[in-house]
């Protein structure tokens, strides 16, 4: 039986489970749903792929509108980072929980389970769905192939969601997405003393920067949600690019990644369709130099965007550091969740300043007090409401 009623002796079993993105989940996954089966949850493991399955567990009656708590169960790797203990073993100092997870957001997900272990779910009368999900690090990967396979066939999901992300108790309702798109320039290799012979991949990718620094100084004037977040508009970052072999060889190739953040309620495609008409007339130079230019659409992180005055955001109010709604500086599954229907918001213990770091931490009292802000909400949303007409 893997229930448990105290939060710290479940964040130690999960903290466990080095569930770094791009490694399996299968063990954390058989242990999720393992709990809540036990609690009579009705349990889905949707295999992504070999090793990859994101968690739904239902409860209550069937298709009645209540709540869905979700987070990830993926975190990020250690490599490189300096820590006092193991991070893969949950180590108490002076009020704190050290581990890697242990905020971001494994402290959320243990406070859920601890919180259901201790809770009369057979008086549900609005359902409540849990939602666990993987590779939320590395582009919220698990949520959007749930979003993309959801069978609409099967009963949706509460539509009043909660996303755990470590936000200080902040109430969050919106944040950009984050995309990333591909550029390579396809030119001819010659001797570099002969360089009419070939077509240098290079001098296109020098047009290919000219061209998305035009673009980003058009993106920085159509300024948004300037009340909410730094950086009010669509944010493009150049940030990895690889190209040409040997000194003296005319370059054949030489690829761009570049990274840019929807803002909340934008939608990703109109910006890639952006992206990829300001390359025209570079595309037409490579061309009619006998080379090319392709471009890939390598991920699309979808940003937030919630209405404010939810029946969620009422339920969090009493729990919350204020009751005022803010944005998220970070991306989630909120994005993905989104697109299926979900009305989204963010809220967890935990600060994100502390997460992906060495040392990363929770305060156990955070934690503690999670267990009873899940079951307040549960109770409000899912008991005290009336079921479903
Ligand atoms: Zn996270």
Redesign the pocket.
Known sequence: MKTDTDPVSLLERLVAYPTVSNRPVDAIVADLAEGAEALGGRVQVLESSPGKANVIARFGPQSGDGLTISG?MDVVPTDGQEWTSDPFKLSRRDGRLYGRGSA??KGFLAATMAALSDFPLSQLRRELALVWTHD??VGCIGSGILAERWDSMQPSLPTQAWIG??TDARICRMHPGHCTIEIKALGRAAHSSRPSLGVNAISLIQRVLAELEGLAACWRQRRQFEEYLDAPYTVMNVGLIQGGSAINIVPDACTLQVGFRPLPGAEASVLFDEIEDSLARVQQHARFLGGDLQTRRVQTGPALLTEDGTPLHAALCPHAVSQQTTAAP?A?DGGNLQRMGLSCLVFGPGSIDV?HRPDEYIDESALRECVGTVQAVVQRMCVDAEPKP
């Open positions: 990830h971001d957001m939320e690090e992300e470590p970070f989630t997460a």
